[in-house]
Antibody, heavy 118, light 109 residues
Framework: QVQLQESGPGLVKPSGTLSLTCAVS?????????WSWVRQPPGKGLAWIGE???????NYNPSLKSRVTISVDKSKNQFSLILSSVTAADTAVYYC???????????WGQGTLVTVSS | EIVLTQSPGTLSLSPGERATLSCRAS???????LAWYQQKPGQAPRLLIY???SRATGIPDRFSGSGSGTDFTLTISRLEPEDFAVYYC??????????FGQGTKLEIK
């Protein structure tokens, strides 16, 4: 059973940089899957941020593309998210997820709340 | 960008009843790339249906998905107490981009 676990600071200052890591266990990040970040502002819906393949290929949500970088570390079986120039609007629960059949997300991390505040 | 609109926003039903949730797309969606999720408070979403009609591993057969083009439906044949949650549809399109509907809250009547 694949498991994903997000980690990183829960509080980031406005104009700062949000940095999260997703550790993958029970499976290899070098499998034939894409790996994504999805976020959910408090009380709101889900929004896709971007994805990465183990080769390093990435796709990003155009609305965030200028501020997002996703990277992979195959030696540690993990991938990471960097979001720059954050504002209060970036406050959300951030999930990492595995791309599954037919472009669905079949395994999810438990999520981590990141608050942007001074 | 394809926008997914879910209806109703809130659905109030009793255990044992049938639930029908709708997801309408602003443009045609490949049926291969339409999924449904269930989310309970404080939990991550759980994949229910992928490819518009295929149940994910371990999902009970009271959950079924159907539809094509711009109109998709999630049906729960007989509601169990644990089915009361928020449900999201999700699509994948070109350029590589995933979008979610705004969700339908299924609450106990």
């Amino acid at each position: 059973q694949v498991q994903l676990q997000e980690s990183g600071p829960g509080l980031v200052k406005p104009s700062g940089t949000l940095s999260l890591t997703c550790a993958v266990s029970g499976g290899s990040i070098s499998s034939s899957n894409w790996w994504s970040w999805v976020r959910q502002p408090p009380g709101k819906g889900l929004a896709w941020i971007g994805e990465i393949y183990h080769s390093g290929s990435t796709n990003y949500n155009p609305s965030l593309k200028s501020r997002v970088t996703i990277s992979v570390d195959k030696s540690k079986n993990q991938f990471s998210l960097i979001l720059s120039s954050v504002t209060a609007a970036d406050t959300a629960v951030y999930y990492c997820a595995r791309g599954g059949s037919a472009a669905s997300f079949d395994f999810w991390g438990q999520g981590t709340l990141v608050t942007v505040s001074s | 960008e394809i926008v997914l609109t879910q209806s109703p926003g809130t659905l109030s039903l009793s255990p044992g009843e049938r639930a029908t949730l709708s997801c309408r797309a602003s443009q045609s969606v490949s049926s291969s790339y339409l999924a449904w999720y269930q989310q309970k408070p404080g939990q991550a979403p759980r994949l229910l249906i992928y490819g518009a009609s295929s149940r994910a591993t371990g999902i009970p057969d009271r959950f079924s998905g159907s539809g094509s083009g711009t109109d998709f439906t999630l049906t729960i044949s007989r509601l169990e107490p644990e089915d009361f949650a928020v449900y999201y549809c999700q699509q994948y399109g070109s350029p590589p981009m995933y979008t979610f509907g705004q969700g339908t809250k299924l609450e106990i009547k």
